[in-house]
């Protein structure tokens, strides 16, 4: 019999978390999620290195920071995505300027 082989990565792990899809933050905390963003800094770098990234000069360090970026992103994804799903189980929509 062959083993299975459970992947590792960032997004597998956090697809596996217990009850992925229940949302169940209240109004204050939920709204409180929505509002988390990158400071300006990281949002200066970030686009410094989808420049580079674009023309083919990231270093490996950069690379690296690419990825730290990309499963810092892929978190507040899924922080938003509960947190919406929070409200509109409360009966509200995420106001205007929050992340949706």
Do not use: C
Request: proline residues 3%; without cysteine; negative net charge.
């Amino acid at each position: 019999m062959q083993a299975i082989t459970t992947p590792t990565t960032d997004a597998a792990i956090v697809g596996r978390l217990d009850k992925p899809d229940h949302s169940d933050f209240s109004v204050e905390t939920a709204r409180e999620i929505l509002s988390i963003q990158l400071s300006e800094a990281d949002q200066v770098r970030m686009r410094e290195l989808s420049e580079k990234a674009q023309d083919g000069t990231l270093t490996a360090s950069e690379q690296g920071e690419v990825e730290s970026y990309r499963r810092v992103g892929y978190w507040l994804g899924v922080l938003w995505s509960k947190a919406r799903l929070s409200l509109k189980h409360a009966g509200m929509d995420a106001p205007n300027g929050y992340h949706t």
